[in-house]
């Protein structure tokens, strides 16, 4: 859990491993102005439409980017795990085009998007990585564009629990375990299933000793299986070299 003492740790930890960063840039970032707050599941950080006047920094929790339908369904496009600053575009584009939901239990930093437009503009460093950053998530996009259009169902499942995988790892956390935070539901409105199916495929990965449930709790018993099912590269996160 991240402490008052080093908010922002997290994020100077992910933004490191996307530019090289000074300890002038690490400074500048502790600086930041912000707003700490702690919010329920299911609470929305930011709405399609609105005018995009902070950043949410994600300390403690999980979070989703979704956009709706008009007929009142959602289609999640993108989880996020402490560390993250969602919706960086907001920068440069004046208006959010979805919305931001916390998926769990959250705390959050909201940074002013001008002050995070400052610090980008002073820091080339920082500037670097954010740009990183946003690249990354548009080839995030495309991954998941991929995996509901053209991959079965297990395939889906098996793939979004690989990224999840790498994400925690690359967080420090064990690379082998998975912990769920969202509903069944949420990942059917990842994966563009149904309820009923999520459940059908993580019985079948258990089945097959791929992967080991306990309630929410995922242990990945065959990776090298996992893997394969989920047709899963891990070059597209674009992780550090």
Request: no cysteine; proline share 3%; charged share 35%.
């Given at each position: 859990?991240?402490?008052?003492?080093?908010?922002?740790?997290?994020?100077?930890?992910?933004?490191?491993?996307?530019?090289?960063?000074?300890?002038?840039?690490?400074?500048?970032?502790?600086?930041?102005?912000?707003?700490?707050?702690t919010v329920r599941a299911n609470t929305y950080l930011m709405r399609d439409g609105e005018e995009a006047t902070h950043c949410a920094i994600l300390l403690d929790g999980f979070a989703c980017r979704q956009k709706a339908a008009g007929d009142g369904g959602r289609q999640i496009v993108s989880f996020h795990l402490p560390g993250d600053i969602i919706a960086l575009q907001t920068l440069m584009l004046p208006r959010a085009d979805h919305d931001v939901q916390t998926i769990a239990h959250a705390r959050i930093a909201r940074v002013p998007v001008p002050a995070l437009r400052s610090l980008a503009r002073?820091?080339?460093?920082?500037?670097?990585?954010?740009?990183?950053?946003?690249?990354?998530?548009?080839?995030?996009?495309?991954?998941?564009?991929?995996?509901?259009?053209?991959?079965?169902?297990r395939s889906r499942i098996a793939h979004m629990l690989c990224e999840l995988a790498v994400l925690a790892s690359a967080n420090g956390e064990a690379p082998d375990r998975i912990h769920l935070p969202m509903t069944q539901s949420d990942i059917a409105d990842a994966t563009g299933l149904t309820s009923v199916h999520v459940n059908r495929m993580l019985q079948?990965?258990?089945?097959?000793?791929?992967?080991?449930?306990?309630?929410?709790?995922?242990?990945?018993?065959?990776?090298?299986?996992?893997?394969?099912?989920a047709d899963f590269d891990a070059g597209y996160l674009h992780p550090a070299s």
């Open positions: 859990m991240a402490t008052d003492d080093d908010i922002f740790g997290a994020a100077i930890t992910k933004l490191e491993r996307l530019a090289l960063l000074d300890e002038q840039d690490r400074a500048a970032i502790r600086a930041l102005p912000h707003e700490l707050r002073a820091r080339p460093n920082i500037r670097d990585a954010f740009w990183r950053d946003t690249l990354i998530d548009a080839s995030i996009f495309r991954e998941w564009v991929l995996n509901v259009g053209r991959r079965d169902a079948e990965l258990d089945r097959m000793d791929v992967i080991l449930r306990d309630k929410r709790d995922i242990r990945i018993i065959d990776w090298p299986t996992l893997q394969q099912i």
